[in-house]
């Protein structure tokens, strides 16, 4: 079944405790984006890759990291979490940014919490 | 920056009946799309309709439609006969055609919550 992963799907953790949320598509997508989701803003962009070894900045990148060494993985790595970071996260993905449509593809979401 | 502002933070419909969910954006290209996701309790997010801005004909999908208004930068959301199964978010949601930069971003507004009412 294509689909996009995401692990863990809820997490609870205290500040400064290092943690990675992986995500993981199965169809051979170039392009992975990360979103949170908080009431009254809506989804906002964090990270995205174009491809292997390509990341660049969304709008909201403080406080994040991500890496792209494999095609199907894009981890969102929080060095050092702290309670604003308390949020929703969804990974996503899509078969290429070269133009023209291609749908977006939503993992399930990962509810954090940073106390 | 392109924005989307979806000013209805909730509505509810009677079951059975025609629900409108609005939504406005403000952008300076002139081609792109424009979604309508839906969220559920699940929490997933669920791609409803799709929009082109080059094309003028209104996108249907079943019991959902459009209506597109390029020049007034509106993109309202139509559900006809509500069902139980349609409660959830609504996110109004952008995105450019093609980007300089190869980020498919999608610009989000912050949601309307239908309540269908039995």
């Known amino acids: 079944e294509a689909q996009v992963t995401q692990n863990p799907r809820y997490l609870i953790t205290v500040t400064g405790k290092k943690l990675t949320v992986t995500c993981s598509q199965n169809?051979?997508?170039?392009?992975m984006s990360w979103y949170r989701q908080d009431p009254g803003l809506g989804l906002r962009q964090i990270y995205y890759?174009?491809?292997?070894?390509?990341?660049d900045k969304g709008d909201v990148p403080e406080g994040y990291k991500v890496s792209r060494k494999e095609k199907r993985n894009f981890p969102l790595i929080l060095e050092s979490p702290s309670p604003n970071q308390t949020s929703l996260y969804f990974c996503?993905?899509?078969?290429?940014?070269?133009?023209?449509?291609?749908?977006?593809?939503f993992g399930p979401g990962t509810r954090l919490t940073v106390l | 920056a392109q924005t989307v502002t979806q000013s209805q933070p909730e509505m509810s419909v009677q079951e059975a009946e025609t629900v409108t969910l609005s939504c406005t954006y403000d952008?300076?290209?002139?081609?792109?799309?424009l979604f309508w996701y839906k969220q559920p309790p699940s929490r997933q997010m669920i791609l409803v309709i799709r929009?082109?801005?080059?094309?003028?004909q209104n996108a249907t999908e079943n019991r959902f439609s459009v209506n597109f208004q390029k020049a007034a930068k509106s993109f309202s959301l139509k559900i006809s006969d509500s069902q139980l199964g349609d409660a959830a978010m609504y996110f109004c949601?952008?995105?450019?055609?093609?980007?300089?930069?190869?980020?498919?971003?999608?610009?989000f507004g912050t949601g309307t919550r239908l309540t269908i009412i039995p």
């Open positions: 890759s174009m491809n292997v070894e390509v990341t």
């Open positions: 996503a993905s899509s078969l290429s940014w070269r133009g023209g449509y291609n749908e977006q593809f």
């Open positions: 929009q082109e801005a080059y094309k003028q």
């Open positions: 169809m051979n997508h170039e392009y």
């Open positions: 952008t300076s290209e002139s081609d792109y799309y």
């Open positions: 949601a952008y995105r450019i055609l093609i980007s300089n930069f190869g980020n498919e971003k999608l610009t």
